[in-house]
């Protein structure tokens, strides 16, 4: 193997798939790097900058270069949204961290709330008209301090209005989140829809999710009806794309 920036990057990869370097310890200074491989400082700068566009370590200021987690969550499909969950007081994010065996608190999600006005997309979704207001909540979630996704959701004022979720208090909208809120509404979800693409982020996402160059982000377009098929909510979400695998389990229609 050459000791060009491939070659060290290579040897520095297969040491994190080793586990010589775990999750979120910080990879030896470049300096050091480049001495213990006789190589320039500029290779170890590349070497590292093409691990970075993989998703195996970001640069962390005043840490240095951190090697990422490498086990993704589960993102649950059709179950995290059971009723029985939210009912019992269990919101979507938590019900996706404890089916992957992982801690998580009220303040792993932040939400910021304002009356705004429905875009084309919104408006489709949940029968408006373009311009109409909607309660936007727009939350960041994060793991261990880290975001690992946005989910913004648009509801019908006359829907929300005087609830919990038109709050813009840290963590989620009481126990159940929306949807607990929406079913004491007499607004019970019954149908979602989904939808998810990949693209890569925009600058705004890169900066608020941290992502490292290179890595795509995960969205998912949902819609939220009652039994009676009224649209309820409709919500996007922006996912790092290295923190979520996506797990569907359904019967397979006659």
């Given at each position: 193997m050459g000791t060009g920036y491939r070659g060290l990057a290579a040897l520095l990869r297969e040491a994190i798939q080793r586990g010589d370097y775990t999750e979120?310890?910080?990879?030896?200074?470049?300096?050091?790097?480049a001495a213990e491989h006789g190589v320039n400082i500029n290779t170890v700068r590349q070497a590292v900058r093409l691990l970075e566009s993989e998703g195996l370590v970001t640069p962390v200021r005043r840490r240095g270069t951190v090697v990422r987690p490498r086990v993704a969550m589960r993102r649950l499909g059709a179950d995290r949204y059971a009723k029985s969950k939210w009912k019992s007081g269990l919101v979507a994010f938590a019900a996706d961290r404890e089916a992957t065996?992982?801690?998580?608190?009220?303040?792993?999600?932040i939400n910021d709330v304002r009356l705004t006005k429905a875009d084309a997309e919104t408006s489709d979704a949940?029968?408006?008209?373009?311009?109409?207001?909607?309660?936007?909540?727009?939350?960041?979630?994060?793991?261990?301090?880290?975001?690992?996704?946005?989910?913004?959701?648009?509801?019908?004022?006359?829907?929300?209005?005087g609830t919990p979720l038109v709050d813009s208090k840290t963590g989620p909208a009481g126990r159940g989140g929306g949807f607990a809120i929406l079913t004491g509404r007499g607004l019970e979800p019954d149908t979602i829809t989904e939808t998810v693409h990949a693209r890569m982020?925009?600058?705004?996402?890169?900066?608020?999710?941290?992502?490292?160059?290179?890595?795509?982000?995960?969205v998912l377009h949902r819609t939220t009806f009652t039994a009676g098929g009224r649209p309820i909510e409709f919500a996007r979400g922006v996912h790092a794309a290295s923190r979520f695998t996506w797990s569907y389990t359904f019967k397979i229609p006659d």
């Open positions: 979120g310890s910080t990879l030896p200074k470049q300096g050091e790097i065996g992982r801690a998580w608190a009220p303040d792993d999600q949940l029968g408006l008209t373009p311009g109409a207001p909607v309660y936007e909540r727009a939350r960041l979630v994060k793991e261990a301090h880290v975001p690992t996704h946005t989910l913004t959701s648009y509801y019908r004022p006359e829907d929300v209005e982020p925009t600058p705004d996402e890169t900066q608020v999710l941290r992502l490292p160059a290179g890595e795509p982000v995960m």
